[in-house]
């Protein structure tokens, strides 16, 4: 066993244990290597078109809809036919390719679940690795695991459909380096999950299945289709036996909505309202702009103006052209108190309600017990049909620019800034002590809430925000907060505890990303130089 483990082509910085040697065989690595050199350089053209928009809107410029693709947006086409077996998502389960995570929720009472290699992941080598293996036994029905007490979890015998999240696309995988740079993390986990699975999966009358986030402009989404063709010419395939449903998740793609379901329209089954990461995507795409700062965090729920104007385009849009439209992630958890469980409980199903009610197709939740809840509102509004493709919303006023964009009104506390502080710090301790899914004060948080929350206080450190209570929000009162909030926190975990946590790095890291003078981009960003 080497230090180092060197391809003719690509560079691996990690030593090939046992369990590497599984996932990294000759084969797999030429295909990883095939998809780097072809389309590596063009995902770098891609994220430097994404830093050009962003600098003319920070220069006051607006997302709108694109004059020059008029003709996409106003013609009768639609995707290519959704498999049966795709047609009813009325539920699914998201969480990290963890090994009883994985048991839990193929087992709950949903129709699918998506292994998260993305958002609710650290990406740590280890947990990638155990991720790539743990779904490869889960394709092939073998997955167990035995807890320390000794219990055994394994599948039943009809668990959920399986579909896998890759990385985003300014996501990369620093233990794999290709001419001496990192190769894009979502090629790293689309290869390896379709090299060993595709044919077990399309043997059972499954597929290779995958969600595709962050998504700014279609041209990202045709990339990810030159990368689906390359992959099934090279095995064979059929063209459109890759499918993904793209989430819609930064305020840029919501104007883009049409123009993604036509460049992807041979491998495309769905969208997703991404809602968590949209609020982000809202405030980071709108920093600049001071006339639309978003108020605290738990003040913006979906029945704001333009967060409703979000999901019923892209319900609109989805069914007229033949894919499904899917809801959002409710963040909260079961509770342990009687009187907290019962008011989540309502909230979820108000939630769920409304989704139902718009016409989604169906919903996501971060907790197998929240699953019967959405299964109900969902049979109750779907009764026999397994979507509601037939609802068109034809009849709803046009979903204008300025609908999109419209300011979120509310106030803005000292409560809701310590609150986000300390969302932000536990979850970056958590993050980049390799857990990437973490409860928090009653929600389940992953990237996307934590980014709401460090992104919400730069943007009122920038504008120079009043709290509700006179204070002005500078740097010093954040680092203020942020002090309080970390002794408060070392108290109550003890000294014992506390010196095997990373609170101080977290706390490092929070100060530099939310008091620099450009706000930085994704936190997983410097928080992955802090990951082994």
């Known amino acids: 066993m080497t230090d180092t483990v060197i391809n003719p082509t690509l560079t691996f910085s990690q030593p090939f244990t046992a369990a590497e040697k599984q996932l990294f065989t000759p084969q797999a690595i030429d295909f990883l290597h095939a998809l780097v050199a072809r389309f590596a350089p063009e995902r770098e053209r891609l994220l430097k078109a994404r830093q050009q928009r962003q600098q003319q809107y920070d220069c006051g410029r607006l997302p709108d809809f694109n004059p020059e693709t008029t003709s996409i947006r106003e013609s009768d086409w639609q995707v290519r036919p959704i498999p049966q077996l795709l047609r009813d998502r009325r539920v699914e389960i998201t969480g990290p390719p963890d090994r009883k995570m994985v048991i839990n929720a193929l087992n709950a009472n949903v129709n699918v679940f998506m292994a998260d290699f993305e958002d609710s992941l650290a990406p740590t080598w280890q947990k990638l690795v155990d991720g790539q293996l743990t779904l490869r036994d889960a394709v092939s029905g073998t997955l167990q695991f035995t807890s320390e007490t000794g ?45 060993h699975n595709a044919e077990a999966l399309l043997e059972k009358g499954h597929g290779p299945w995958f969600y595709l986030p962050k998504t700014e402009h279609a041209s990202e989404v045709a990339w990810w289709r030159e990368i689906f063709r390359f992959s099934e010419d090279r095995f064979g395939l059929p063209r459109g036996t890759i499918k993904a449903t793209v989430l819609i998740e930064t305020l840029p793609a919501v104007f883009q909505m049409d123009e993604i379901l036509w460049e992807l329209r041979d491998h495309v089954v769905g969208l997703n309202c991404g809602r968590w990461d949209y609020i982000f995507s809202y405030i980071k795409t709108l920093a600049q702009h001071s006339d639309r700062i978003l108020p605290d965090r ?93 609802i068109s919303r034809e009849q709803d006023s046009p979903v204008t620019a300025e609908r999109l964009l419209r300011p979120c009104r509310g106030q803005r506390t000292e409560a809701g800034m310590r609150a986000n502080i300390r969302v932000a710090l536990q979850y970056l301790e958590a993050w980049i002590s390799g857990n990437g899914c973490v409860p928090i004060e009653g929600l389940m948080e992953d990237a996307a809430t934590a980014e709401i929350a460090r992104t919400s206080i730069w943007q009122w450190i920038h ?48 100060a530099q990303i939310t008091t620099d003078d450009q706000l930085v981009p994704f936190l997983t960003l410097p928080g992955y130089r802090l990951l082994p």
């Open 151 to 195: 219990k055994i979890y394994q599948l039943r015998s009809d668990p959920a459909l399986l579909m896998c999240r890759v990385r985003g696309l300014h996501l990369d995988e620093k233990h794999v380096e290709w001419r001496d740079k990192a190769i894009p993390g979502g090629l790293f986990d689309f290869a390896l999950y379709l090299f």
């Open 298 to 390: 738990q003040q913006i729920s979906m029945d704001q103006p333009f967060l409703d104007a979000y999901s019923r385009l892209l319900i609109r849009t989805c069914h007229r052209r033949g894919a499904l439209a899917m809801g959002g992630m409710s963040a909260l958890i079961p509770a342990k108190d009687p009187e907290r469980n019962t008011w989540v409980m309502q909230k979820v199903q108000e939630d769920k309600t409304r989704e139902a009610s718009n016409g989604h197709d169906g919903t996501w939740v971060a907790h197998p017990g929240l699953a019967d809840i959405a299964m109900a509102v969902f049979d109750h509004q779907l009764g026999t049909q397994p979507n509601q493709l037939h």
């Open 463 to 510: 504008h120079k925000q009043i709290l509700s209570n006179g204070q002005l929000v500078t740097a010093a009162l954040f680092e203020q907060f942020l002090q309080e909030e970390l002794a408060a926190l070392r108290q109550r975990l003890g000294n014992s505890a506390w010196q095997q946590s990373r609170y101080e790095d977290a706390a490092a890291l929070m």
